[in-house]
Each structure stands twice: as structure tokens, then as C-alpha cells.
């Protein structure tokens, strides 16, 4: 059996900040910046193509997952004060 290759994002618009947080880092969670919209192909479980379009929360979570499967996690790309606060969090001694 032959796999197609699996396409990710078709299409991102609009930007909206929003808290995020990931059940891979229990305890914490950040603002992040989303497109407010996605559309994402891949195929399912028969290896048959498959469409999925969001927008607002789900279109977060299609980013959040379809990261997952790059190998990313959210705090990847956080960047100035929220990045540093999160990695205090994470970095700080159990208590």
C-alpha cells in the first residue's frame, strides 16, 4: 500500500492573539498568535483525501495539532516577555 504524501495548510488568514496551552506541558499556558482561519488537507484513515476548515478556536487547534505533527510544540515560537515567562515557569525548581 502506497501513502500520499500528506499536505498540511491550504490556506491561513487573519491573526488573532488567544491563550494556548498543551496537555505535552501540563500547568501552563500562553498568549499566542493564530491565524483566525485555516484550511488543512490531508487524507484519513483509508488514505482518502480530507479537507478540514476552521476559523476562531478551531482554527487554533488545527494549527496547535498540525504542529504536533512537525514535531512542535506552542511555546516554540513565542517570542519576548511571554517566551521568558515561560521558560521561568518551566525551568523553575520543583516544589
Known amino acids: 500500500m502506497s501513502v500520499r504524501p500528506l499536505r498540511l495548510f491550504v490556506e491561513l488568514s487573519g491573526a488573532v492573539d488567544g491563550p494556548e496551552a498543551c496537555l505535552s506541558i501540563p500547568g501552563i499556558s500562553a498568549i ?5 482561519h485555516a484550511v488543512v488537507s490531508g487524507v484519513d484513515l483509508r488514505q482518502e483525501p480530507i479537507v478540514v476548515t476552521g ?4 482554527a487554533r487547534c488545527l494549527q496547535h ?3 504536533h505533527l512537525r514535531g ?3 511555546i516554540d515560537d513565542l517570542t519576548g516577555p511571554e517566551r521568558r515567562r515561560v521558560m521561568r515557569h518551566l525551568t523553575a ?3
Open 65 to 67: 495539532e498540525t504542529d
Open 93 to 95: 525548581p520543583a516544589r
Open 72 to 74: 512542535k510544540l506552542y
Open 55 to 58: 476559523t476562531g478556536e478551531l
Open 32 to 36: 499566542r498568535s493564530r491565524a483566525d
